[in-house]
């Protein structure tokens, strides 16, 4: 054990002190523990943390981060930009379902009804948003508060006897303690069984004036989608996405707020004054040189002359600004806020100075697996129990007529859900790339379909229909398919040449672009 001053200060003076303080101290380093993270010495004397369930975790601190990811949605540009990624590519510009009931006829009912039932008037109780707006709405209050609860409200509104209601979690009543079910707790405004699972969730309610309380509501949990992430076991109702970035969120904004009033004081031109005689006038018995003149309220113009008093002296203010620094800092700070969220920098800043072709696409990918990951939680707890509701309600008001639906209701409820695709980067590249893939086998035409948003049998039906409409005006697409594969493969020959010559096709004058 290695001694340090103090402890050979102190075996100096008190040997015996000096002992009982060697001992202490190897008795520490002794059984401090296998983990730096464990360590309680000096270095992490101030990292205090405890293990507690997660709602117990989240109680106190819920409202407060709620309130500020608010605030930062409200004002903080950042914080925007992380939430205009999910919105736009959760569900991309938009959801498509496709009903695989086996009966042809049945499907295109149910999706010529679903088209209709989506619009604004037919599917939300407010009349005011269509569906994939609400979805897309639903999305945002999720990253941002945590979750959102989805009623669904059986009504004559619309064109269904179906249409849903979005409250805010804050809607909760976390102050009713009295379950309607014996056996059962309510927590946080939201009754459990013994299980934890949600029976039921009381709704506060509101007088038209928005301020006179009234008695809650309790909603049976089959008619409740509550939307949100579950991280842990013990976790029972929503924390912000964004919990884990918000300060470094809100301490960016006041660096580039304090920024730019720098930059504004430093675009500036400022003119001091120094004087040599504080009173203007002439040393000694002597009279002055003329009146004395007053700077007071003078501005620089151009093309200005002005006589100063004798002995004073005009000084130029330019102070430096940190502009170039910033712009490190900012890049640093915006890449560990778009990480933390899973999102790559360019996917927030919209800045693709930095990136080519290979990196924009390694970028995509990785910013794809944290928007399926997302996609996989709304099409499973939002979704889907949408849509199997709906077509409850279109054979309850006999859109659909089967006689056997609640015997084999898992097959007429079955269906796949289509996002339509994003554009390519470089549709040659990502083209030919399916053109080989789908040669070598690695790629099935449905697989390619379902990609590009498309039912394979549909496209195969227009590509028959193209087909056969040419050959009545004596046109030969086949030719003409055949003659651009010709085209693509000389090119890529050409490609080949020049890459072996040391030189790029895209070089070339006559090079394809």
């Known amino acids: 054990m290695k001694l340090n001053m103090i402890d050979r200060l102190v075996g100096a003076v008190s040997p015996k002190a000096g002992a009982r303080r060697a001992a202490w101290r190897s008795q520490y380093e002794a059984y401090r523990g296998n983990y ?13 943390s405890m293990n507690q369930s997660a709602e117990m975790t989240d109680r106190y601190d819920r409202d407060r981060v709620r309130a500020r990811a608010r605030d930062l949605e409200r004002n903080s540009d950042v914080m925007g930009s992380v939430l205009r990624a999910f919105r736009r590519n959760v569900i991309g510009s938009g959801l498509q379902v496709r009903a695989t009931t086996g009966e042809k006829e049945m499907d295109n009912t149910l999706e010529k009804m679903w088209a209709r039932w989506c619009k604004g008037i037919n599917c939300d109780v407010t009349g005011q948003q269509s569906f994939p707006q609400i979805v897309r709405m ?3 209050r999720k990253i941002t508060d945590g979750g959102v609860l989805i009623l669904k409200r059986y009504t004559s509104q619309g064109v269904l006897p179906f249409q849903l209601q979005v409250i805010e979690v804050d809607e909760l009543d976390v102050t009713q303690l009295q379950p309607k079910r014996q056996g059962n707790k309510v927590v946080g405004g939201i009754e459990y069984n013994r299980w934890n699972r949600p029976e039921g969730y009381w709704i506060r309610q509101y007088s038209i004036d928005g301020y006179t309380q009234m008695t809650p509501v309790y909603v049976e949990a089959k008619d409740v989608i509550f939307y949100f992430t579950k991280k842990r076991p013990s976790q029972i109702r929503e924390m912000s996405d964004l919990s884990q970035t918000l300060v470094r969120i809100k301490d960016m904004n006041e660096f580039m707020t304090a920024v730019t009033i720098k930059e504004k004081i430093a675009a500036c031109l400022a003119v001091f004054i120094k004087r040599t005689n504080p009173s203007g006038n002439s040393i000694g018995r002597g009279p002055s040189k003329g009146s004395a003149v007053s700077y007071e309220g003078k501005r620089v113009v151009p093309g200005m002359i002005m006589e100063m008093n004798l002995g004073d002296e005009a000084q ?6 940190q502009g170039t620094d910033a712009t490190a800092f900012i890049k640093t700070q915006q890449r560990m806020i778009s990480s933390a969220n899973g999102l790559s920098y360019e996917a927030t800043s919209r800045d693709m100075s930095e990136t080519n072709y290979a990196s924009a696409r390694q970028s995509m990918v990785e910013d794809d697996l944290t928007y399926e990951e997302e996609k996989e939680l709304l099409v499973e707890s939002f979704l889907d129990e949408v849509y199997e509701t709906f077509v409850i309600s279109c054979w309850l008001a006999g859109v659909i007529t089967p006689t056997d639906f609640w015997e084999n209701k898992e097959k007429y409820m079955s269906h796949e859900w289509v996002v339509k695709p994003k554009p390519w980067i470089d549709p040659y590249k990502e083209a030919n790339a399916n053109g080989v893939a789908l040669k070598t086998g690695q790629k099935t035409f449905q697989q390619i379909s379902a990609e590009n948003g498309r039912d394979w049998r549909k496209v195969i039906d227009e590509m ?7 050959m009545k005006k004596g046109i030969d697409l086949m030719a003409m398919i055949q003659g651009t594969e010709i085209q693509v493969e000389k090119e890529e020959n050409e490609d080949e040449t020049a890459a072996d010559q040391g030189t790029s096709h895209e070089e070339k004058p006559s090079g394809r672009k």
């Open 36 to 48: 730096d993270a464990g360590d309680t010495g000096r270095l992490q004397s101030q990292w205090n």
């Open 464 to 470: 028959a229909e193209a087909q056969e409409y040419a």
């Open 138 to 140: 639903c999305i945002q």
């Open 316 to 321: 130029m203010l330019n102070p430096a600004g």
